[in-house]
């Protein structure tokens, strides 16, 4: 089973990243057979990115944070344990064979939990795809 992670804003997916994300899961379903979908289970992005993995019959696992404020309560195949962000959001790139990130602005900020994450999976070598506001893609250690 194929295993992806993911991570992106609060503020959710332009309509680009989301036809570039049905796009790559069709892919991916077409390429691996069965895939699992791992996201931190938060409003905007992940709730976003979740649809669309949910469209292309992949199983997801939500990595919820411990405050739920932010929280979309999607319906997962399987749940773990509540963390906060820092810390869930490296075992979704613990857990899976790559990660795919849906960022605010395509540059790097410092102060993001979307960027943390990348930087985290670039540290373990992890293969990382970028989709920009505009749909295009940028792809590391791959």
């Given at each position: 089973m194929f295993k992806v992670g993911f991570t992106g804003t609060q503020v959710g997916c332009t309509p680009e990243q989301?036809?570039?994300l049905r796009l790559r899961f069709a892919l991916m379903r077409e390429q691996s057979g069965?895939?699992?979908f791992h996201h931190g289970d938060c409003i905007g992005a992940d709730q976003d990115a979740h649809g669309e993995a949910v469209a292309a019959f992949f199983a997801t696992v939500?990595?919820?944070?411990l405050a739920t404020?932010?929280?979309a309560f999607t319906r997962n195949d399987s749940e773990?344990?509540?963390k906060e962000y820092l810390e869930r959001n490296r075992d979704i790139v613990n857990e899976t064979y790559g990660l795919i990130a849906c960022p605010k602005f395509g540059m790097e900020e410092l102060r993001s939990g979307?960027?943390?994450t990348v930087r985290y999976a670039r540290k373990l070598k992890r293969p990382i795809?970028?989709?920009?506001?505009d749909g295009s893609c940028r792809f590391e250690n791959v």
């Open positions: 989301k036809a570039t069965q895939c699992e939500g990595h919820p944070p404020s932010k929280r773990r344990e509540a979307t960027w943390a795809m970028i989709v920009h506001s």
